[in-house]
């Protein structure tokens, strides 16, 4: 597969040493430095969306000011520290980077017809489909108007292109669901543009506020846009590791609902003829049952394909690192690169 192929191995001591590291450190640990800046975040993030109705402000409570990691606006926030940004719109814009992917998360259930999110109901399955579409788009109305209250056009841009390809990407997912013979370049592309583009939206845009010259603008987007492919390759190698409890999702959600992701498409290279044919019949049909599902699992295990696409992740992982030598080495840098690291690691 041309595009696998491309990925190189990990093969300098330095690499090594830094996806070692990462094992020594729980992803909590790794947010230490920027915790401060995560609890302003949490504090305010509901005073930033005004609502004149009550299921709406439901609803947005219901997602926004629910918590979790806040990946996003962490990396963010890393990014700000390590140029020494501390100004007026630091919380602001990690603010618009959760709300577009709230957002985004709102529309995607309705349209995937999810019913659970983070162990939570999701807000379709409570309020409607039609609260959570409407909810959605005034939640992004609103990230819109804190970008352009930071008088960057470049900032505006970055965002307004973000929310493009993440519909763009949601779309290229639909057109191939149950499709066997999806490939690599496609399921990537699709990464890119559902995970990939907002965050390096993110990174770039600390960098527009912290000055950055525009090699390093560019060298942040690429480090956000690698890392955020490595980010979702994880979790598609963990629907066929993990365990609900600990993952808030049910195991196997993508493949019951139809979405072929790398741990299968690796199988099209290592599966025997005949169990190729079998997963290309049993997708086909549309309407998969338990024991189909389980079967295909199986074989990702007998495979090693899951594990397989972890080391894929990897890979992009220590090329997003690489993107940083454009900056002085430091300490924000190094807390940076260990958070990257520890992303695609989180699993230990």
Same mark, same amino acid.
């Given at each position: 597969m041309e595009v696998l192929a491309t990925i190189r191995e990990i093969s300098t001591k330095a690499a090594r040493e830094l996806v070692a590291s990462a094992k020594d450190f729980s992803l909590d640990r790794a947010l230490t430095p920027v915790a401060a800046d995560l609890e302003d975040l949490n504090r305010n993030i509901s005073g930033f969306l005004p609502s004149e109705s009550v299921t709406s @402000?439901?609803?947005?409570?219901?997602?926004? &000011?629910?918590? /979790?990691? *806040?990946? #996003?606006? !962490?990396?963010?926030?890393?990014? $700000? %520290?390590?140029? /020494?940004y501390r100004g007026e719109h630091l919380i602001p814009i990690a603010a618009v980077t959760e709300f577009v992917h709230a957002a985004s998360l709102l529309h995607d259930d309705v349209v995937d017809n999810s019913t659970l999110r983070r162990n939570k109901p999701t807000p379709n399955s409570i309020w409607g489909d039609q609260a959570a579409v409407l909810s959605g788009d005034l939640v992004y109305a609103r990230a819109s108007e804190m970008m352009a209250d930071t008088g960057s056009l470049e900032?505006?841009?970055?965002?307004? *292109? &973000?929310?493009?390809?993440?519909?763009?990407?949601?779309?290229?997912?639909?057109? =191939? +669901?149950? =499709?066997? %013979? +999806?490939?690599?370049?496609?399921?990537? #592309?699709?990464? =890119?543009?559902?995970? &990939?583009?907002?965050?390096?939206? &993110?990174? @770039?845009?600390? /960098?527009?506020?912290?000055?950055?010259?525009?090699?390093? @603008?560019?060298?942040l987007a690429r480090f956000g846009e690698l890392t955020g492919? !490595?980010?979702q390759l994880i979790d598609d190698a963990l629907d066929y590791l993990s365990s609900s409890a600990r993952f808030g999702k049910p195991t196997l959600a993508d493949l019951k609902e139809g979405k072929v992701t790398m741990p299968v498409i690796l199988l099209r290279d290592l599966a025997t003829g005949a169990e190729q044919t079998r997963i290309s019949e049993t997708l086909a049909r549309e309407t998969l049952?338990?024991?189909?599902?389980?079967?295909?699992? *199986?074989? +990702?295990e007998k495979h090693g394909t899951a594990l397989r696409t972890i080391e894929i992740a990897t890979e992009y992982t220590l090329e !997003?690192? %690489? $993107?940083?030598?454009?900056?002085?080495?430091?300490?924000? #840098?190094?807390?940076?690169?260990?958070?990257?690291?520890?992303?695609? @690691?989180r699993f230990n």
């Open positions: @402000r439901q609803v947005i409570d219901h997602v926004v &000011a629910s918590g /979790g990691k *806040r990946i #996003r606006p !962490a990396l963010y926030f890393f990014v $700000c %520290r390590m140029l /020494g900032i505006v841009k970055l965002f307004a *292109r &973000a929310i493009r390809l993440m519909s763009e990407g949601e779309l290229l997912q639909l057109e =191939n +669901v149950f =499709n066997p %013979r +999806v490939s690599p370049e496609t399921y990537l #592309r699709i990464l =890119n543009c559902k995970t &990939a583009v907002l965050i390096a939206a &993110a990174c @770039r845009s600390a /960098g527009v506020l912290g000055g950055a010259t525009v090699e390093q @603008r560019e060298a492919v !490595a980010f049952e338990d024991a189909d599902i389980e079967w295909i699992a *199986r074989l +990702v !997003a690192v %690489r $993107c940083l030598s454009v900056f002085p080495e430091s300490s924000e #840098r190094a807390d940076l690169e260990t958070l990257a690291m520890k992303l695609v @690691r």
